[in-house]
């Protein structure tokens, strides 16, 4: 894999190279249709194009129309065969030997758009959203600051996946403003809640999965075969409104604190893509039920890291660098305990990992935690202070696979806030 080169030039630090070709929907200019394509360098090919000259011409894809589409549903829902036929196609049309598209200039210019010129929407039409809180030690810092240490992870956490279902109409694509939200909040000292903008608003870096094929109404999917159920995945900025949802969640858990804007990533890198860089997750004590039991590398080697840059800054300054191998729930632990009770996942359906903080300070995936709680307020390049995310500051996350000459990467998720409605 890490021979495989592209006619097409990819710099040393490019996000696609050959050995990623993620997904997006895309359109060439503001009135154009919107259309499926894969970044390759700092290009998008049009898969439709590709289609329309007939060169998708393997038995599952041979006369599609599934890449003239403004959603990657119909793709997702045939399946990964057909999901590995259309990577081993484009491999193979993309590379520096394969003469097809390389020497055929009037392919080349139906084909290949500048990716800074296109605008990106957002890959899916997503159904439902679940989103879990698979990471240990976020659960265990959050659990220190609001009940001790005695008491920081809950009876049932190291025996399910927790999770919770969202909001899937205000997941908004990176590049999207969302404005700071109101709602009922009410200080540990207050006699009675008031309505009022959030004043501890906060992000959470987050990887999310996108169902590719889902299961029957009833039909649990086995651990074993969960891995094929899921596309692939995006970066997701979980916004938190740290206030709104302190007061709240008791006895049902996030509402108006967590369903007011969720960022993900255009970019949707498949689980081919990533397949080298699994890993093995951290060591679960006491042992998982045995539908939740799985053998072999079923974490990724992601590096995720986290910018922020506030109005008065001319560049943005890394807050957080973490990792999604270390989450201790698996995407596959989450996807089977998700569907055990017989629930009917869908094509489409987006499973956020939670908030993935590291083992030390500097790879927390949170406001809440970097600054502990406000105690600790986060020193930025432009001598401001942050306790949590203020009007006007732009929150960006990246994510990437190192591989051996080459490095597979998500692109980035961002998001400014602006200003709550008056």
């Known amino acids: 894999m890490a021979n495989l080169k592209s006619f097409i030039e990819v710099g040393a630090t490019s996000h696609f190279p050959i050995q990623n070709l993620p997904y997006g929907v895309f359109k060439p200019s503001q009135n154009d249709t919107p259309r499926i394509g894969v970044a390759i360098g700092d290009f998008v090919a049009d898969l439709s194009a590709i289609a329309d000259l007939s060169l998708f ?10 890449f003239h589409q403004d959603a990657l549903n119909s793709f997702m829902s045939l399946g990964k065969p057909a999901w590995t036929e259309a990577r081993k196609t484009l491999q193979s049309l993309l590379s520096a030997e394969n003469p097809t598209i390389r020497d055929n200039k009037t392919f080349r210019e139906k084909i290949f758009y500048s990716l800074c010129s296109v605008i990106m929407l957002l890959p899916a039409n997503i159904g439902d959203y679940t989103d879990f809180y698979a990471s240990k030690e976020h659960a265990t810092n959050v659990g220190i600051m609001f009940r001790g240490k005695e008491n920081a992870l809950m009876p049932n956490w190291v025996h399910i996946p927790v999770g919770y279902h969202g909001r899937s109409s205000s997941i908004v694509v990176s590049g999207t ?22 004043k501890l608003l906060d992000f959470e870096l987050e990887m999310a999965a996108l169902i590719g094929v889902g299961n029957q109404l009833g039909e649990p999917i086995p651990i074993a075969k969960a891995k094929d159920h899921i596309f692939g995945l995006v970066l997701l900025n979980d ?16 509402f108006l ?3 007011f804007g969720s960022t993900i990533s255009p970019w949707v890198v498949t689980m081919d893509a990533l397949e080298p860089f699994a890993v093995s997750g951290p060591t679960q004590d006491p042992k998982p039920l045995s539908y939740l039991e799985e053998q072999g590398n079923n974490s990724y080697d992601v590096q995720l890291s986290v910018s922020l840059k506030s109005p008065k800054m001319t560049e943005p300054q890394t807050i957080s660098n973490s990792n999604l191998k270390y989450m201790y729930w698996s995407l596959t632990q989450q996807l089977a305990h998700h569907s055990v009770n017989g629930c009917n996942l869908r094509t489409g ?25 406000g105690t600790k307020p986060l020193s930025l390049s432009s001598g401001e202070e942050r306790k949590f995310i203020q009007d006007g500051d732009t929150v960006t996350m990246t994510g990437v696979c190192k591989g051996d000459g080459y490095q597979i990467g998500f692109g980035e998720c961002v998001g400014t806030i602006l200003p709550a409605n008056k």
């Open 257 to 259: 604190g967590k369903n």
């Open 57 to 66: 011409d393997g038995p599952l894809l041979k006369g599609t129309k599934v």
């Open 177 to 198: 403003n969302l404005k700071r939200p109101w709602g009922q909040t009410k200080g540990d000292d207050d006699a009675a809640p008031t309505f009022t903008t959030c």
């Open 349 to 373: 359906d987006l499973l956020g990992t939670g908030t993935i903080s590291g083992p030390t300070p500097d790879s927390f995936g949170s406001m809440l935690e970097i600054c502990w709680k």
């Open 239 to 254: 916004w938190s409104a740290r206030d709104i949802q302190k007061w709240e969640y008791v006895p049902l858990g996030p």
